[in-house]
T-cell receptor, first 112, second 114 residues
Framework: GNSVTQMEGPVTLSEEAFLTINCTYT??????LFWYVQYPGEGLQLLLK?????DKGSNKGFEATYRKETTSFHLEKGSVQVSDSAVYFC???????????FGQGTELSVKP | SQTIHQWPATLVQPVGSPLSLECTVE??????LYWYRQAAGRGLQLLFY??????ISSEVPQNLSASRPQDRQFILSSKKLLLSDSGFYLC?????????????FGAGTRLSVL
């Protein structure tokens, strides 16, 4: 079946550090891949997406590349800010009612 | 533009009491609608989804039910709450049934069952 696995958190970084959050998936067919972000006490917001192999999604300095050969969609940012502190979810979309399968989430804390 | 509303934002209920959480979407027609639960420190679990009025699919057996009385209204209910029903409940919508569709989330309802 389809599944998503994320690296466990919490991840604590200093401001301006490099960020990587690992995400791997198992899927049949041709899924789309997403990163969502959840700020404290709020719902989820789409951060970026990629709909086919080798696509790169990017937004607000974050990037992730859809790697079919390694079944991965790792999230990266070159220089994190305190305002990036949030929980990040990797998700897989497949052709059934627009449903998503989410990873367990990775909490990021950025210290000044 | 499209918006999604969930209420209430916070709810404290005693064990055994009923529950009704409401979600409405504005600015779009015939959306797919979803209810998720997020337990403390854990990921999102899809509870129900709906592709049209009166059409509800349940993803996991549980103490909850969902209804869609109108095109853009989605209600999560329970007749008798359990302690294990505590969590953060999120409603979401999307358009279309394909893998590329983005889901848009409400602000959530934090439910504490005591």
């Amino acid at each position: 079946g389809n599944s998503v696995t994320q690296m466990e958190g919490p991840v604590t970084l200093s401001e301006e550090a490099f960020l990587t959050i690992n995400c791997t998936y198992t899927a049949t067919g041709y899924p789309s891949l997403f990163w969502y972000v959840q700020y404290p006490g709020e719902g989820l917001q789409l951060l970026l997406k990629a709909t086919k192999a080798d696509d790169k999604g990017s937004n607000k300095g974050f990037e992730a590349t859809y790697r079919k050969e390694t079944t991965s969609f790792h999230l990266e940012k070159g220089s994190v800010q305190v305002s990036d502190s949030a929980v990040y979810f990797c998700a897989l979309g497949y052709n059934q009612g627009g449903k998503l399968i989410f990873g367990q989430g990775t909490e990021l804390s950025v210290k000044p | 533009s499209q918006t999604i509303h969930q209420w209430p934002a916070t709810l404290v209920q005693p064990v055994g009491s009923p529950l009704s959480l409401e979600c409405t979407v504005e600015g779009t027609s015939n959306p797919n609608l979803y209810w998720y639960r997020q337990a403390a420190g854990r990921g999102l679990q899809l509870l129900f989804y709906s592709v049209g009025i009166g059409q509800i699919s349940s993803e996991v057996p549980q103490n909850l039910s969902a209804s869609r009385p109108q095109d853009r209204q989605f209600i999560l209910s329970s007749k008798k709450l359990l302690l294990s029903d505590s969590g953060f409940y999120l409603c979401a919508w999307s358009v279309g049934g394909g893998a590329k569709n983005i889901q848009y989330f409400g602000a959530g309802t934090r439910l504490s069952v005591l």
